[in-house]
C-alpha cells in the first residue's frame, strides 16, 4: 500500500499561502518533509497535521483548516490508502470552529467515495468526539467550546441523514435513547440515522429520559430493538432499574436490548447487568451486525475500558 504523500505545491493549497512560505516553514523545522532523490520536498498526512496541530488552534497564524476536504480526488486516496487520521483531524479542525458546513461536506464527500456510515462514524465522528473531550477535560478547551464543536458535529449529522440513500422500510421499528441521567446525545443522533439507513422505524427518545417512560414506550410501541447509549453512568442504580425495566417489557414479544457506548465499562457490563441486555456494541459496525446477527459481542471487543 503505497503511502499518501503531498507535494509542496498541494500543502500551499490546502493551507492558503505561497510556495515561498512551505518552503521557509520546513526549512525552519516547524513542518516536517523528506526530500526525494531529485531533490522535491514530500509531506506525509501525519506531519501536515502535526503542523496544524503545533501552529493552528490556540494561535492566529493563516486558517489552516484543510481545503481538501471537498476534493475528491485526495478524499479517495485518502479512504484508499486507510489515512483515517488524516480525515478526523479535518473534522476536528472544523468542530473546534463551529464549521457545521464544513463538516457535512467531508461526511458528504466520504460517503460518496466509498466510506460507509459505519465507518465514517467509527473512523471520523468517534475520534473527533474524543480528541474534544481529552482537550476539555485537560482544560484547554472551555465548555462553551466543547458544546459549540458538539452541536456543529450533531448539526452535520442529522444533515447527512438527507444525503445518504435509504432503503426501503423492513417493518421493523427501533427504539434508542440514552441512559438515563445522560445528557450527551451525539451518538444516539448518530446510531439513529444509521438505523434509518438500514431500513428501520426510528424512535428517537433523546437524552436523559426516566426509565419508567422508556418502559412505557417499550410496552406501548413494541420495537424489535431498543438501543441504549451511555457516555458516563452517573447512577448505577438507576440504569440498572432502567435494564431491568426494560428487559421486563422486551420479554413479552422477544425484543432485544443493545447497549453501547464508553460509559458501559466492562466491570458494570459483567458484575452490575449481567443477564439485562442482549448485546453489547463498542462501535457503530458492531450496531449494524447486531441488527442482523443473534451472537452476543464479546465484553472487551473494540477498545472498551
Given at each position: ?139 484547554k478547551l472551555f465548555a462553551s467550546e466543547k458544546q459549540l464543536a458538539a452541536y456543529a458535529l450533531s448539526g ?75 457516555s458516563s453512568i452517573v447512577d448505577e442504580d438507576a440504569v440498572i432499574d432502567e435494564h431491568a425495566r426494560i ?59
Amino acid at each position: 500500500m503505497t503511502e499518501l504523500l503531498f507535494t509542496t505545491n498541494e500543502i500551499a493549497k490546502m493551507l492558503q499561502v505561497d510556495k515561498s512560505t512551505v518552503k521557509r516553514w520546513t526549512d525552519d523545522g516547524k513542518l516536517r518533509c523528506f526530500r526525494t532523490p531529485g531533490g522535491h520536498r514530500k509531506f506525509r498526512a501525519e506531519d501536515l497535521y502535526q503542523f496544524r496541530a503545533d501552529y493552528s488552534y490556540g494561535n492566529s497564524p493563516p486558517d489552516l483548516y484543510p481545503q481538501f476536504a471537498s476534493d475528491e480526488s485526495v478524499i479517495r486516496r485518502i479512504i484508499e490508502q486507510k489515512e483515517f487520521n488524516v480525515l478526523d483531524s479535518v473534522c476536528f479542525s472544523a468542530a473546534i470552529k463551529g464549521n457545521r458546513n464544513d463538516i457535512i461536506e467531508l461526511f458528504s464527500q466520504t460517503y460518496k467515495n466509498g466510506m460507509s456510515l459505519p465507518l465514517i462514524f467509527d473512523k471520523i465522528l468517534r475520534p473527533t468526539i474524543k480528541k474534544i473531550d481529552n482537550l476539555h477535560n485537560s482544560g484547554k478547551l472551555f465548555a462553551s467550546e466543547k458544546q459549540l464543536a458538539a452541536y456543529a458535529l450533531s448539526g452535520a449529522v442529522v444533515l447527512l441523514s438527507d444525503i445518504i440513500m435509504k432503503p426501503p422500510t423492513n417493518g421493523k421499528r427501533a427504539l434508542c435513547a440514552t441512559v438515563e441521567k445522560d445528557f450527551n446525545d451525539l451518538e444516539l443522533t448518530a446510531l439513529a440515522v444509521l438505523l434509518e439507513a438500514q431500513g428501520f422505524g426510528v424512535l428517537n427518545l433523546g437524552t436523559s429520559i426516566p426509565a419508567e417512560s422508556v418502559a412505557q414506550l417499550v410496552k406501548a410501541k413494541q420495537p424489535n430493538f431498543v438501543f441504549l447509549t451511555a457516555s458516563s453512568i452517573v447512577d448505577e442504580d438507576a440504569v440498572i432499574d432502567e435494564h431491568a425495566r426494560i428487559q421486563n417489557e422486551l420479554k413479552v414479544f422477544r425484543g432485544k436490548l443493545i447497549v453501547g457506548g464508553v460509559g458501559f465499562t466492562k466491570d458494570f457490563l459483567e458484575n452490575k447487568l449481567n443477564g439485562m441486555y442482549d448485546t453489547f456494541c463498542s462501535n457503530f459496525k458492531e450496531y449494524t451486525i447486531a441488527l442482523y446477527e443473534r451472537r452476543e459481542v464479546k465484553i472487551g471487543e473494540g477498545g472498551m475500558k
